[in-house]
């Protein structure tokens, strides 16, 4: 039986989660892979929190040379978030000749190529399974299990905050604010919850899964980002009218003009797959050349799931894995970046909402317009007007170049058609 030191940073959720696991399911893990699991040394903010006993033999500290200057220690499990300190403990570790395991997928996305250049440089590798859709493991997926395949298009629900408070309104008809509040009480939002909700903590995440998708460079500010804020209970009910929900949709998707990297609030009919992504769970759809479409989903955060996929990388470490897919695939060794499209290329199917004053006209009017910019009309529904005389016309398109939809819509608006700035959605 081989016995193997785990130095860990960070004792918050993921940290606490390894420890969880090891102590129940270290017997487990001897028996699977042959490998003798164990936590010695914990560096954290404040170790006076632990008991020294937390970590085997080694003791706790918030001083990083405990890890970086044991020679004992074969793997350093990195659980701490952010990009500024975060980033400075990597590298310690790196320049110390430690291999890393990471959950922190901002200080992949924003710093991946400076970080693989320091492990290539120091021979070890940098794993990150953990860093995207906490237990599903996605990225295992598509570097190996789909190596053999050209990735066509990533769509995927990838915060399971935004997915849980859009879930709330849909069916437990609660307001933006109200369903906001739940999730932050079952604790999947944070306090301070902007980084999900304005779909940068997606954008991270889409930044990886990109780069192994396309085997290319791809920064986060290559990705268009729009998160949920703006979402009301009018629009869950048009979604579900139109036989769709709303879902926070990343995707990635190879087009003649380049690679579409966007993130927004997206239609996404009931048939599928993606559409049954409920709750707090995060859902991951592959157009993959060879094996066609697949759908990977399951928890996407939390303290077991994530250190779920934390473990799976430690072994990989362990084993020899690691290394071995570091080396064949330079994923963030400075790959060219790819041309990306802009929104105004971007072909997509459209959802408008028009609020029209109820007079003569105006439908006809709208319909002019979009036509004069080629915008073809898949389906056009009007309610009956509300006791202010105003009425909703609803329109869905057939795919258009994102740019002409948008002009056109704005032109409705500025030719006095419409009693306020109409609303907009893509269709997945
Ligand atoms: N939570 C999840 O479900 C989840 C899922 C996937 C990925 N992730 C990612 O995993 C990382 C960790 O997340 P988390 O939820 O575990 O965070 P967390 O609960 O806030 O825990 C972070 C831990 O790191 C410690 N820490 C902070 N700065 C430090 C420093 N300079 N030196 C040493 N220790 C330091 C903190 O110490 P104190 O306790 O003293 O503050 C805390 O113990 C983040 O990048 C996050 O995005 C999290």
């Known amino acids: 039986m081989r016995r193997c030191a785990i130095g860990l940073i960070g004792w918050g959720t993921v940290g606490g989660g390894v420890l969880d696991i090891l102590h129940r399911d270290a017997a487990m893990l001897r028996d699977r892979v042959g490998l003798d699991l164990r936590v010695s040394r914990i560096v954290t903010r404040t170790p006076g929190r632990l008991p020294a006993s937390a970590a085997h033999g080694g003791g706790v500290s918030s001083d990083i040379a405990d890890i970086t200057g044991d020679p004992t220690i074969d ?48 021979g070890v590798p940098i794993a990150f399974e953990a860093a995207v859709a906490g237990g599903i493991p996605v990225i295992a997926a598509l570097r190996d299990g789909l190596v053999a395949n050209r990735i066509d298009a990533i769509h995927a629900i990838l915060n399971g905050t935004c997915n849980y408070i859009l879930t709330m309104m849909e069916q437990a008809e609660q307001d933006f604010a109200e369903a906001l509040a739940a999730a932050q009480g079952l604790g999947y939002a944070e306090a301070d919850p902007t980084l999900d909700i304005d779909g940068t903590d997606t954008a991270h995440k889409l930044a990886i899964l990109a780069r192994i998708a396309a085997a290319a460079a791809v920064p ?33 998707r190879r087009t003649t003009a380049g690679l ?34 697949q759908l990977f989903t399951g928890q996407g955060a939390g303290a077991l799931p994530t250190a779920s996929a934390v473990l799976a990388d430690v072994v990989d470490v362990l084993i020899g894995r690691a290394a071995a897919t570091s080396r064949h695939f330079s994923l963030f060794a400075g790959g060219t970046q790819p041309r990306t499209v802009g929104e105004a290329e971007e ?56 740019g002409d939809f948008l002009a056109a819509v704005a032109a409705i608006d500025a030719a006095g058609l419409t009693a306020k700035p109409t609303v907009t959605l893509r269709r997945l």
Not at 269 to 286: E, K, Q, T
């Open 220 to 252: 986060v500010s290559a990705i268009r980002v729009e998160g949920i804020q703006a979402i009301t209970s009018d629009d869950i009910a048009s979604a579900a009218r139109l036989g769709c929900r709303i879902k926070l949709i990343a995707t990635a």
């Open 347 to 402: 072909i997509t199917g459209s959802y408008a909402r028009f609020l029209v004053p109820d007079r003569s006209g105006v439908l006809a009017g709208i319909a002019r317009i979009l036509g004069d910019r080629g915008i073809s009309v898949q389906s056009l529904h009007q309610d009956r007007p509300a006791a202010d005389g105003r009425a909703i016309i609803e329109v869905l398109t057939h795919p258009s170049r994102g």
């Open 75 to 122: 793997v350093v499990v990195h659980a701490v978030g952010g990009t500024g300190a975060a980033k400075d403990l990597l590298l310690a570790c790196l320049a110390a000749g430690k291999p890393v395991v990471t959950a922190n997928k901002a200080l992949i996305a924003e710093h991946g190529d400076e970080l693989f250049a320091a492990a290539a440089a120091a």
């Open 260 to 293: 579409d990297l966007h993130v927004a609030p997206t239609l996404v009919p009931l048939d599928h797959p993606l559409a049954a992504v409920m709750r707090n769970h995060n859902g991951v759809f592959v157009e993959a050349s060879n094996a066609g479409p």
